[in-house]
């Protein structure tokens, strides 16, 4: 393969579009990991175990600044100096062995493009395998977006004007991304993610960091989430059929996939609360910085030794129960996933419009903090669209996205709590997942059309008063307290949260969304 239009020139032996065996080999012979009992390839990217949100940049060119959130998140950098980057990566791989992928991103031919991902190592390129969308065997691929993979490139802040050692740098205009100093594959899946964020919008797709499936009736559901917050479990639904589980866009045409794999989060995976992600854990994907016992290679899901962010990436194939085109009709039914460790939201609620836009860009979530004294507190998160670290466009752009298609498609919003109910963690009680199962599946069913709706006395949301399968008392969450006055407390504190995270938008939300808040 020839990469001189890209400015690499002098390379080492280049190897492309490989079969996985052939890249598990190639990582084998050099030592970029080793394999498991079950003949899954295993990485280790220490000190890097995450994304590295800090050291984001987006290249600031003339025009765009009218199009881009320039702030913390997407910070810019000169032109200037992004080329001087680039040509160091390019130096950087020269008599270098090179591995490269082109893949698809998009299901639908329509939106779909093309992705080269030009690595150092081999099983960076089997990532991009499994998570872009493989062509046909002589398929020609014409890239539109490369991305320059240098994880042994360090950088020098002094010299280079970067935080640290390591960046991530996105140039839109010029469609490339420059991925230095960090061997974390993340990188690579949510660069593209990024690109399409600031792209799909400018031919009129909503890009969503969500999952999505489709049952049997041919019934779309949406179901976005920050980490944690049940997005990935909820999905796999025996039910119902898996369009993708993280990235998708919504079209004039429909809901369709970025994607061609899953990069699922598994500490703590087990065989029977997983088991479509346990069981594509096999040859053909790949964990990353999961431990293994050193005599039998079988996997400590969990260990958090490296990290609590272990993961996995496997292509869509490996999964039993999938849509095989990635693609569904306009959604019937949308769902907002919070763990609320805080046990104020219902465990499942039926939001207005402006409800909607409220809480779509409010993306709370909580999560369990530190530990003083040997208690636990929850700590409130809230991450723009459910996904502020990979929007490029200020966040007003894709709620008013998410508007425009509620309005012209009717398509109803959910609010499900997966965390804590009776109680804020530690005294109340994590919701049980059999019986959020049941509320998801009587919400897509159309089974609550017909239900008693009441207010919640805090968000204004509609409470269902009755779900067959599912204890009356739960369904309402101060009825599920036996502390009234502690619920009060609680729930001011939430309120608070949620009014000090949202001024951030009061100029640019409507009359009727900043009223849909928590009272």
Known sequence: MDLSAHGLVNLGAVHAQLAPAHWIEMALARKEGVLAASGVFVAVTTPYTGRAAKD?????????????????????????????????????????????FDGWACADPTYRIGVRVISENAWHA????????????????????????????????????????????????????????????????????????????????????????VGSAGDTALLFGLSGTGKTTLSADPERKL???????WSAQG?????????????????????????????????ENVVLDEQTRVPNFDDATLTENTRAAYPLDLIDNIEPTSVGGHPANLLFLACDAFGILPPLSKLTPA?????????????????????????ATFSSCFGAPFLPRPAVEYAKLLEQRIAAHGAPVWLVNTG?????????????????????????????????????????????TACPGVPTQLLQPCGAWTDGAAYDRQARQ???????????YEGQASADVKAAGPR
């Not at 600044?65 to 001087?84: C, H, I, K, W, Y």
């Not at 599946?441 to 919640?456: K, N, V």
Request: net charge positive; proline share 7%; with cysteine.
């Open 56 to 100: 984001k940049y987006i290249v600031r060119r003339p025009g765009n600044e009218t199009q881009l959130a320039f702030g913390s998140v997407n910070q810019p950098m000169d032109p200037v100096n992004f080329e001087r980057l680039w040509s160091r990566a390019q130096t950087h791989y020269q008599k270098r062995e090179t591995f490269v």
């Open 126 to 213: 089997m990532f991009a395998q499994c998570l872009l969308r493989r062509p046909s065997p002589g398929e020609p691929i014409a890239p539109e977006l490369v991305i320059l993979h240098a994880p042994s490139l360090k950088l020098d802040p002094a010299r280079d004007q970067t935080r640290s050692d390591i960046a991530v740098i996105l140039d839109m205009e010029g469609h490339r991304v420059l991925i230095a100093g960090t061997a974390y594959a993340g990188e690579i899946k949510k660069s593209v993610f990024t690109y399409l964020n600031y792209w799909m919008p400018t031919r009129n797709v909503f890009p969503m960091h969500c999952s999505a499936t």
């Open 243 to 249: 369009i993708g589980d993280d990235e998708h866009g």
């Open 255 to 287: 809901v369709f996939n970025f994607e061609g794999g899953c990069y699922a989060k598994c500490i703590k995976l087990s065989q029977s609360g997983e088991p479509q992600i346990w069981n594509a854990i096999r040859f053909g994907s790949i964990l």
């Open 355 to 379: 409800q909607a836009q409220y809480h779509f860009l409010s993306g709370y979530t909580a999560k369990i903090g530190g530990t003083e004294a040997g208690v636990k507190e929850p700590t």
């Open 420 to 464: 804590w109910t009776g109680g804020p963690y530690g005294v109340g009680r994590r919701f049980p997942l059999d019986l959020t199962r049941r509320l998801v599946r009587a919400a897509l069913s159309g089974e609550l059309s017909a239900a008693t709706f009441a207010p919640d006395p805090v968000f204004g949301f509609s409470v269902p």
């Open 494 to 504: 939430l309120v608070e949260l949620f009014q000090k995270n949202f001024k951030t």
